[in-house]
């Protein structure tokens, strides 16, 4: 499976940016589709995931502001993300695994990963 990240830019705080991860090679909905990010300096982080099933999940300090969705007509999932703040800053990766539920934060877990996409979030 190939994974492609989109979407990522330059975005004032308070604003709206939404990611896209396109896959070929594979269906999305025989995995769980993650979004996690990397900050400068800082390791990477899970954001959200998108279970084969429907069900998601968020890190907390997104809760309220991104909604993951899966789209399985064109094969894409994406991260809708509101309410920027600078804090968001990071390249965002997306990935997709098979694990169960209780462990979609563990990034060692998933199989294969998109390149990355920047989002900056800044006045």
């Known amino acids: 499976v190939q994974l492609q990240a989109s979407g990522g830019g330059l975005v004032q705080p308070g604003g709206s940016l939404t990611l896209s991860c396109a896959a070929s090679?594979?269906?999305?909905?025989?995995?769980?589709t993650g979004w996690f990010r990397q900050a400068p300096g800082k390791e990477r982080e899970f954001v959200a995931a998108?279970?084969?099933?429907?069900?998601?999940k968020y890190t907390d300090p997104v809760k309220g502001r991104f909604t993951i969705s899966r789209d399985n007509a064109k094969n894409l999932v994406h991260l809708q993300m509101n309410s920027l703040k600078p804090e968001d800053t990071a390249v965002y990766y997306c990935g997709v695994t098979t694990v169960i539920w209780g462990r979609v934060t563990q990034e060692n877990d998933y199989l294969y990963w998109g390149q990355g996409t920047q989002v900056t979030v800044s006045s």
């Open positions: 090679g594979g269906s999305f909905r025989r995995y769980t």
């Open positions: 998108f279970g084969w099933s429907g069900n998601t």
